[in-house]
């Protein structure tokens, strides 16, 4: 900490001799100004408004205490160190009434110097303090008062009972002017960490950008709402239009989000004529908002643009529900995906639906799971959440990618869930299924056979057969009918044709196919070998 000091004193030598002696001994004091009598020292005091005064008692023109009487009643509120030759009583008793602190005989001895200014300085140090705390705490006091009152206007905008007297008188308590043209809301979003520091970053960007940008309203009123969102309420005095005004929302939406480096949006109501319809305004923001999910994350989006949407119950031909239902039945998650990517993928194009039929076509999507498997209702809702069905869930996604992707998810879980109650875990069903397979290899064996035979889901069948077998179900199938078409060529006379049917083939033609891809010739071929080996 540095402390500015004034040498007052007629005699020159003296004077520079103390500067050296200051700066030397004392460092953090640092001597700006040297003045010869009291009427200079007054008049450059009042100039340099120094931390210190060390000046001289005797002097012409003005005496020293009768140039602190000057400087105390034009209100200076630096401190004095008296100097002088004569250790007398009068002039301490008039020192000390004056309020000065310490007093120094000449000549200056250095150990004294080195104290003197060190409590003095000290003192100064204290008083600095002190003062910064109380200006902080009267800060603190005036931004807590503000915070409130606006807790009060935010609690009152988001609530739906409060009346127009109430919110008028809150916007009065925050010295926001009840009588100006138009008034409007806007609602800024931003991705985030839910942190306290966060948020103050948050709102100091908007607050700079907005001291940048909003330089036409009468008055402005930035409220957090949470860690996320902020609220922008304006009041105008000057016939704005609505376009330009979104267009320099835009500007500040963009400036904010490069600030932050984060994604911003921003929801915009329409200019309301009275202070009390600030609320209706709040509400159409926050509704305009909702709409990010369709709109995208970095935009502006204006309650005017999405007020007047209908929906559009066209848009889903049914044959992409019923392509839907058909990969469900097959537990089919890719075929599932590509079924939901191209529904979204309308839906994008079009940018026609409201947010209301986007909700709803979401559940129906997630319903369409659900009637696959009315009897595992209960366990559908522990396996992925008791609020699945509700319009909630659905709205807090804040784009049309993350709601397409929970969708996905959703059915995909359905599916892993279906899969894992079809298949009992009382008996090894590959085993089991292998050793039916081996006996009945001759007969017709279709996938669907298996699943009726063990109660089990044919698509899980066939997933869960190649994974404990390496294989799948129809090469073992294929495999143990060659081998016994192989031995029967080997040790019987029979004919082609017979041995086709004893495997379980009805078509000639498809099993010598089958047999060559297998061994590497056809069934005839391999019998003329046999029988030459022989």
Same mark, same amino acid.
């Given at each position: 900490?540095?402390?500015?000091?004034?040498?007052?004193?007629?005699?020159?030598?003296?004077?520079?001799?103390?500067?050296?002696?200051?700066?030397?001994?004392?460092?953090?004091?640092?001597?700006?100004?040297?003045?010869?009598?009291?009427?200079?020292?007054?008049?450059?005091?009042?100039?340099?408004?120094?931390?210190?005064?060390?000046?001289?008692?005797?002097?012409?023109?003005?005496?020293?205490?009768?140039?602190?009487?000057?400087?105390?009643?034009?209100?200076?509120?630096?401190? @004095?160190?008296?100097?002088?030759?004569?250790?007398?009583?009068?002039?301490?008793?008039?020192?000390?009434?004056?309020?000065?602190?310490?007093?120094?005989?000449?000549?200056?001895?250095?150990?004294?110097?080195?104290?003197?200014?060190?409590?003095?300085?000290?003192?100064?140090?204290?008083?600095?303090?002190?003062?910064?705390?109380?200006?902080?705490?009267?800060?603190?006091?005036?931004?807590?008062?503000?915070?409130?009152?606006?807790?009060?206007?935010?609690?009152?905008?988001?609530?739906?009972?409060?009346?127009?007297?109430?919110?008028?008188?809150?916007?009065?308590?925050?010295?926001?002017?009840?009588?100006?043209?138009?008034?409007?809301?806007?609602?800024?979003?931003?991705?985030?960490?839910?942190?306290?520091?966060?948020?103050?970053?948050?709102?100091?960007?908007?607050?700079?950008?907005?001291?940048?940008?909003?330089? @036409?309203?009468?008055?402005?009123?930035?409220?957090?709402?949470?860690?996320?969102?902020?609220?922008?309420?304006?009041?105008?005095?000057?016939?704005?239009?609505?376009?330009? @005004?979104?267009?320099?929302?835009?500007?500040?939406?963009?400036?904010?989000?490069?600030?932050?480096?984060?994604?911003?949006?921003?929801?915009?109501?329409?200019?309301?004529?009275?202070?009390?319809?600030?609320?209706?305004?709040?509400?159409?923001?926050?509704?305009?908002?909702?709409?990010?999910?369709?709109?995208?994350?970095?935009?502006?989006?204006?309650?005017?643009?999405?007020?007047?949407?209908?929906?559009?119950?066209?848009?889903?031909?049914?044959?992409?529900?019923?392509?839907?239902?058909?990969?469900?039945?097959?537990?089919?998650?890719?075929?599932?995906?590509?079924?939901?990517?191209?529904?979204?993928?309308?839906?994008?194009?079009?940018?026609?639906?409201?947010?209301?039929?986007?909700?709803?076509?979401?559940?129906?999507?997630?319903?369409?799971?659900?009637?696959?498997?009315?009897?595992?209702?209960?366990?559908?809702?522990?396996?992925?959440?008791?609020?699945?069905?509700?319009?909630?869930?659905?709205?807090?996604?804040?784009?049309?990618?993350?709601?397409?992707?929970?969708?996905?998810?959703?059915?995909?879980?359905?599916?892993?869930?279906?899969?894992?109650?079809?298949?009992?875990?009382?008996?090894?069903?590959?085993?089991?299924?292998?050793?039916?397979?081996?006996?009945?290899?001759?007969?017709?064996?279709?996938?669907?056979?298996?699943?009726?035979?063990?109660?089990?889901?044919?698509?899980?069948?066939?997933?869960?057969?190649?994974?404990?077998?390496?294989?799948?179900?129809?090469?073992?199938?294929?495999?143990?009918?060659?081998?016994?078409?192989?031995?029967?060529?080997?040790?019987?006379?029979?004919?082609?044709?017979?041995?086709?049917?004893?495997?379980?083939?009805?078509?000639?033609?498809?099993?010598?196919?089958?047999?060559?891809?297998?061994?590497?010739?056809?069934?005839?071929?391999?019998?003329?070998?046999?029988?030459?080996?022989?």
């Amino acid at each position: 900490m540095s402390y500015y000091v004034l040498i007052v004193d007629d005699e020159p030598g003296i004077a520079e001799g103390l500067k050296l002696l200051i700066e030397r001994f004392v460092p953090e004091c640092h001597v700006i100004g040297i003045a010869n009598d009291g009427k200079q020292g007054y008049e450059r005091a009042i100039s340099l408004q120094p931390d210190l005064i060390l000046t001289d008692i005797k002097m012409p023109e003005l005496e020293g205490i009768e140039m602190i009487e000057l400087l105390k009643e034009s209100g200076f509120l630096g401190r @004095f160190i008296l100097l002088s030759g004569y250790a007398e009583f009068e002039y301490a008793k008039n020192a000390i009434r004056l309020g000065v602190e310490e007093y120094l005989t000449k000549p200056v001895e250095e150990e004294e110097l080195i104290e003197v200014f060190g409590r003095a300085c000290k003192s100064i140090k204290e008083e600095r303090e002190k003062l910064k705390m109380v200006q902080q705490l009267e800060g603190d006091l005036e931004h807590y008062s503000r915070h409130m009152k606006g807790y009060v206007l935010k609690d009152l905008l988001i609530g739906g009972d409060a009346g127009k007297k109430e919110i008028k008188e809150q916007l009065e308590n925050l010295n926001f002017p009840l009588s100006s043209k138009r008034y409007c809301c806007v609602l800024f979003e931003k991705i985030c960490e839910k942190t306290e520091e966060e948020q103050n970053v948050y709102q100091k960007a908007i607050e700079d950008v907005s001291e940048k940008y909003l330089d @036409f309203c009468d008055a402005k009123l930035i409220l957090p709402l949470s860690a996320s969102e902020i609220i922008v309420i304006m009041a105008f005095g000057g016939d704005n239009n609505y376009r330009n @005004f979104l267009n320099t929302m835009g500007k500040m939406r963009l400036e904010v989000s490069e600030k932050l480096k984060t994604c911003v949006s921003a929801g915009a109501g329409v200019f309301h004529y009275r202070c009390d319809q600030i609320r209706e305004s709040f509400e159409e923001a926050r509704c305009a908002l909702n709409y990010k999910v369709l709109k995208g994350l970095d935009c502006v989006i204006s309650y005017e643009e999405i007020r007047d949407l209908s929906g559009n119950p066209d848009l889903i031909d049914e044959n992409d529900v019923k392509q839907l239902e058909k990969c469900i039945d097959a537990m089919d998650d890719r075929g599932c995906r590509q079924v939901i990517e191209e529904i979204f993928y309308k839906i994008e194009r079009e940018k026609k639906m409201s947010l209301e039929d986007l909700q709803l076509l979401s559940l129906n999507l997630i319903l369409t799971g659900i009637r696959k498997m009315p009897f595992m209702q209960f366990q559908l809702n522990e396996y992925l959440g008791r609020n699945i069905l509700s319009l909630e869930s659905i709205s807090k996604f804040k784009t049309i990618e993350q709601l397409k992707n929970w969708i996905i998810n959703t059915l995909k879980s359905m599916n892993e869930l279906m899969l894992k109650e079809s298949m009992p875990d009382r008996r090894d069903i590959v085993e089991e299924a292998k050793e039916y397979i081996k006996k009945n290899f001759n007969k017709e064996i279709s996938l669907n056979d298996i699943s009726v035979r063990f109660f089990i889901n044919p698509y899980y069948f066939s997933q869960l057969f190649k994974k404990r077998t390496g294989d799948t179900y129809q090469n073992y199938l294929t495999g143990i009918r060659i081998t016994r078409a192989r031995k029967l060529l080997e040790e019987t006379d029979l004919r082609i044709y017979e041995v086709c049917a004893m495997v379980g083939y009805t078509d000639t033609s498809h099993f010598n196919k089958v047999f060559k891809r297998i061994v590497g010739v056809k069934p005839s071929e391999y019998k003329r070998r046999i029988n030459h080996d022989l």
